[in-house]
Nanobody
């Protein structure tokens, strides 16, 4: 069973950057798709980005493309979300997620979730 623990959220001004981390444990996660979702108050969970651990293929939501980068560190068993040029509309709780391939963009397609980390972007 894969377990996920996020960290790195916080308060940042618009235009700033944050890097979220997700510690991954459990067997066979090298065969998984790893991703990030977010949920703003009063809104549904929204796909942000995902990658396949084995070959690092990536996929991004249009709203973050060119600003966010998902990556993984095989040696440290970590997944990262580097967020640049943050906007107030990026404010949300960010969740690290996992599933077996392929990459999907609907939250119901992911059965493994971290506890979430709050990101707040002030204007």
């Amino acid at each position: 069973q894969v377990q996920l623990v996020e960290s790195g959220g916080g308060l940042v001004q618009a235009g700033g950057s944050l890097k979220l981390s997700c510690a991954v444990s459990g067997r066979a996660f090298s065969n998984y798709v790893m991703g990030w979702f977010r949920q703003a108050p009063g809104k549904e969970r929204e796909f942000v980005a995902a990658l396949t651990w084995s070959d690092e293929r990536t996929y991004y939501a249009d709203s973050v493309k060119g600003r966010f980068t998902i990556s993984r560190d095989n040696a440290k068993n970590m997944v990262y979300l580097q967020m640049n040029n943050l906007k107030p509309e990026d404010t949300a709780v960010y969740y690290c997620v996992a599933r077996r391939p392929p990459i999907v963009v609907v939250s119901s397609g992911y059965d493994l979730w971290g506890q979430g980390t709050q990101v707040t972007v002030s204007s």
